[in-house]
C-alpha cells in the first residue's frame, strides 16, 4: 500500500508516496494539540501494525510503545517525519523529509556544517544520483549518546539533493544500527516516491 502525504512549504507543494509496510509517519504538532487523545491512538495505532504482521509479546508491547512516545517527543513541523519500522524488527530510526528552495536551504552551507558537527566519529559521503530529485550526496556518520552511563551509537544519514532551484533533504538517525543496514535497500524507493512542485527548472 502507498498512501501519500501533501506538504505546502512557502507557495509550493510537494508529495511524498511511500511504503505503509516499512514507514509509518509521525503527527504534526497540530494534530497532537488539536486532540488530546491523539497520542494514544497514534501509539495504539504503531502497536497494532506491529502485531498485524508478526507476534508481539507483553514486552515488545513495552519497548515498542517506549519508543513512539519518545519519537512523539521529537516532532519538528520542519520536516516530514516517518518511522522506518521493518516487519519483525525492532526499530528506532526517525527520518525527516524537507524539501525547499535553494536560498533557504542552501546544500553548501548544509554539506558544511554536517562535515563539521563535533560529535561525528566516523564519517562517509557518497555521490547520489536520482531521476525525480537531481543529485547530491550521502553523509553516512557515527556520533554517540549516553544513556545510563553506557556509550550508545547513534548513526546518522544525510541526503542532500539539488534540482534546479530545489533541494531535498533526507535525514535518518537511530540506535539500531542493523535497521539502518534494512533501511539501505528503502531509501532508494523512498526517494523515489518524493515529487518536487511543478514547474521546476531543469
Do not use: C
Request: zero cysteines; charged letters at 20%; aromatic letters at 6%.
Amino acid at each position: 500500500m502507498s498512501p501519500s502525504i501533501t506538504r505546502t512549504p512557502g507557495s509550493a507543494t510537494w508529495d511524498l508516496a511511500y511504503d505503509s509496510a516499512w514507514f509509518l509517519p509521525l503527527p504534526t504538532s497540530d494534530q497532537l494539540s488539536a486532540d488530546p487523545a491523539a497520542e494514544d491512538a497514534w501509539v495504539d495505532g504503531v502497536l497494532a501494525h506491529y502485531a498485524d504482521r508478526a507476534p508481539v509479546t507483553d514486552r515488545d508491547r513495552e519497548a515498542l510503545a517506549l519508543t513512539a512516545r519518545g519519537l512523539l517527543a521529537m516532532v519538528d513541523d520542519a520536516a516530514t517525519q516517518l518511522w522506518f519500522v521493518p516487519p519483525g524488527a525492532y526499530s528506532d530510526v526517525l527520518i525527516g523529509i524537507t524539501v525547499g528552495d535553494v536560498e533557504g536551504l542552501d546544500p553548501d552551507r548544509l554539506l558544511a556544517e554536517i562535515g563539521s558537527l563535533p560529535d561525528a566519529t566516523a564519517s562517509d559521503m557518497i555521490g547520489v544520483d536520482t531521476d525525480n530529485l537531481g543529485t547530491g550526496v550521502l553523509v553516512r556518520r557515527t556520533s554517540a549518546a549516553v544513556v545510563d552511563d553506557v556509550a550508545v551509537p547513534i548513526a546518522n544519514w544525510t541526503v542532500v539533493l539539488r534540482k534546479g532551484e530545489w533541494v531535498t533533504i533526507v535525514e535518518a538517525m537511530g540506535s539500531t544500527l542493523e535497521t539502518f543496514a534494512a533501511l539501505e535497500q528503502h531509501l532508494p524507493r523512498l526517494l523515489a516516491g518524493i515529487s518536487l512542485p511543478d514547474g521546476i527548472a531543469p
